[in-house]
């Protein structure tokens, strides 16, 4: 097994791997390179770079930038409650499964983005429309995690809740809603980068502000500088909200065994399993061989 890297040769390996791709970029494009893939449409790095610079120093980016996070933000965290909610009835009621189950089966496929006819007749307003096509690309995601989820937990842990005389509702907060979180935050996960390609393509197709809308009014005047900047936007915007559902995620269940890759080197009562799978013997931890040693003396 080879030695791991350090956290700084990692991150630094990390950034060499983006830099290396934008020079990959910065050449091919300046090169006008034309093998089958047409580079010679695209701006440069350099391009963008002072694209961006020039957004950034005017009110209409931050406006938008403002407008497409308030958008995702207040349509995740509905899908995230209904979601979570919706699974676990599901999950936990058989008549709710019955009355709810092929009603949602039946939407689940539709694309989110095939909502946008129906919010525009729908809501009086394209920004409550955006928001419900948001809902509702993450709304699947988490519900379909979170019933998994659940019905994965091992009975074990609610009938002891119940054999020591705790409720239904001490049975929901003590052992169905801790064993269903890393389920629930894998749905998250999802749902976030999903809310993230419908919410951009409703704002293309309904919007009047926000990073989408701006994107396409750039393609429409062929500024494809300034589409670069949208999408390095988009995706920067992404990363850090998928990272911070996943940070949150860790810290609300600090609580579970995680296999590490950083060490790089298994504990030791793990390489004794294995050996011990290997030779067929029981394998003998450090206190068995003291023992062991002791009642020789």
Known sequence: MSRPLPKTARYALRAASLVAALGVWQLLTSLD?????????FPTVADVARAFAERLSGPDYWTDLTDS??????????AAVLGVATGVLVARSRLAEDLLGPVLEVIRPVPAIAL???AILLFPSNEQGIVFIT??????????????????LTPVWEEAVLTMGGARWRVLASVVLPGALPGIFGGLSVGIGVSWICVISAEMISGQYGVGYRTWQDYTVVD???VFVGMVTIG???WLT?????????????????????????PRRARAAVTAGVSGTPA????????RDEHLV
Do not use: N
């Open 33 to 41: 390179v034309d093998l089958w893939l047409r580079f010679s449409q």
């Open 69 to 78: 996070l308030s958008r995702i933000l207040t349509g995740f965290l509905l």
């Open 116 to 118: 946008v006819p129906v």
């Open 135 to 152: 809902c509702t690309a993450a709304f699947f995601p988490v519900l379909v995690s979170t019933r998994h989820a659940v019905r994965a």
């Open 224 to 226: 494809y500088a300034g």
């Open 236 to 238: 920067v915007l992404g």
């Open 242 to 266: 998928s990272t911070a559902v996943e940070l949150l995620g860790r810290r609300l269940t600090r609580w579970l065994p995680r296999a590490s890759y950083d060490t790089g080197v298994r």
């Open 284 to 291: 003998a931890t450090p206190k068995t061989e003291e023992a």
